[in-house]
C-alpha cells in the first residue's frame, strides 16, 4: 500500500507525542509495525491478508511474540479507521485464538539475592565511587520492585531523600505515577552517601545513576553491574533485572502483603497481571506443606 509507510511514521509520532507511551512501547510498535509493512508490500490489508500474516508470525514467532505483534497491528488498523484512511478495520473479522502458555515468574532465592548483595559490599572502598553505585543499583531493585528503565530514569526531582525515608515517584507505563516509599535505616545512610558522592555528577546530568563517562546509567549498564557480581555468588545462574521484581513482588506476598497493594507498588493496572506471583507462592505453599505437616513423618506399609 503506498502510503502505508507515512501512516505508520504518523502513527508513532501520536504515540510519542500525544499518547505519551514509553519509550519501550513505541519502540515496540515501531518494530512490529515495519514488519507488518514488510509482509504486506504492495497488497491491499484485507482479511485474507491478515490471516496470511497470522501463519507467517506462527511460523516463526512463539505465542507471546505473536499475540504482541498482533496486538501492535489491531491499535494501528484501529487507528487508520477512525482516522478515516481505512474505510473498514479488517482485524474486527479476524479470529484468531492464541494459547500463550502462562510463565511462572522466575524468582532469585533469598540466599542468591543476599550473596550478590554480600560480593558487591565486600569490594566496596571510599576511593571507587563505581563500587557504591553497584550496591545502590542493587539494593533498589530488590527493595523497590522497580522496572529497569523505571530505576534509570530516577532523577533529582524524582528521587526525595529525607532524613529518614526515601520517597521515590515512578513513571511507569503508559507514564502511570506512583510512589514507592523505603525507610529501612542502611538504604537511607547509603543513598544519602552516594548523592553525596556523585553530587556534581546528579547536578550536571539530572539523573541519579551515573556510568563512568559522567552519562545517566543505561538498563544495559544495569545488567553488567549484576553479572559482575552474580558469578561469585551463584555460578551458572542468569539473573536479570526483572528477576529482581519478581523476587520482590513474591517475597511480599509470601509475608503476607494483601496483594492489592503490591498491584500499587508494582504499578500493574489491572489485578490480574499481579495474580501471577499467587501461582510462585501456591508452590512454597506446596513446599512447605510437604516439609513441616507431621504426615510427612510417618510411614506406614501396605
Not at 481505512?86 to 502458555?101: E, G, Q, Y
Amino acid at each position: 500500500m503506498q502510503n502505508l509507510s507515512d501512516w505508520i511514521r504518523d502513527y508513532i509520532e501520536v504515540c510519542t507525542c500525544e499518547k505519551n507511551l514509553s519509550l519501550n512501547t513505541v519502540r515496540a510498535y515501531q518494530i512490529d509495525l515495519k514488519q507488518f509493512e514488510a509482509f504486506t508490500g504492495a497488497h491491499t490489508i484485507d482479511l485474507e491478508l491478515l490471516n496470511q500474516y497470522v501463519k507467517y508470525l506462527n511460523s516463526r514467532y512463539a505465542p507471546r511474540s505473536v499475540k504482541r505483534k498482533l496486538a501492535s497491528v489491531s491499535a494501528f488498523l484501529r487507528e487508520l479507521e477512525i482516522n478515516g484512511k481505512l474505510p473498514d478495520d479488517p482485524f474486527k473479522k479476524l479470529h484468531v485464538n492464541i494459547h500463550a502458555p502462562k510463565q511462572i515468574p522466575r524468582i532469585i532465592p533469598e540466599q542468591t539475592v543476599k550473596d550478590i548483595l554480600q560480593s558487591a559490599y565486600d569490594v566496596y572502598a571510599p576511593n571507587r565511587k563505581e563500587s557504591l553505585r553497584d550496591i545502590l543499583v542493587l539494593e533498589l531493585l530488590f527493595s523497590t520492585g522497580l522496572r529497569v528503565s523505571e530505576l534509570c530514569n530516577q532523577t533529582a526531582e524524582s528521587f526525595q531523600l529525607g532524613a529518614s525515608s526515601l520517597r521515590l515517584l515512578v513513571y511507569g507505563k503508559g507514564r502511570k505515577e506512583r510512589v514507592v516509599e523505603i525507610s529501612t535505616d542502611e538504604l537511607i545512610c547509603l543513598a544519602k552517601k552516594y548523592c553525596e558522592a556523585y553530587s556534581a555528577e546528579i547536578k550536571l546530568t539530572g539523573k541519579i545513576l551515573i556510568n563512568r563517562r559522567n552519562r545517566p546509567l543505561t538498563p544495559q549498564s544495569v545488567r553488567r553491574i549484576i553479572d559482575r557480581y552474580t558469578p561469585k555468588a551463584r555460578e551458572g545462574i542468569h539473573i536479570t533485572p526483572h528477576m529482581f521484581r519478581h523476587t520482590f513482588a513474591t517475597s511480599l506476598l509470601e509475608a503476607g502483603m494483601d496483594i492489592r497493594y503490591i498491584q500499587s507498588l508494582l504499578g500493574h493496572s489491572s489485578i490480574s497481571t499481579t495474580q501471577i506471583y499467587t501461582h510462585v507462592t501456591t508452590h512454597q505453599q506446596t513446599k512447605l506443606l510437604a516439609e513441616m505437616h507431621p504426615r510427612g513423618k510417618m510411614s506406614f506399609a501396605l
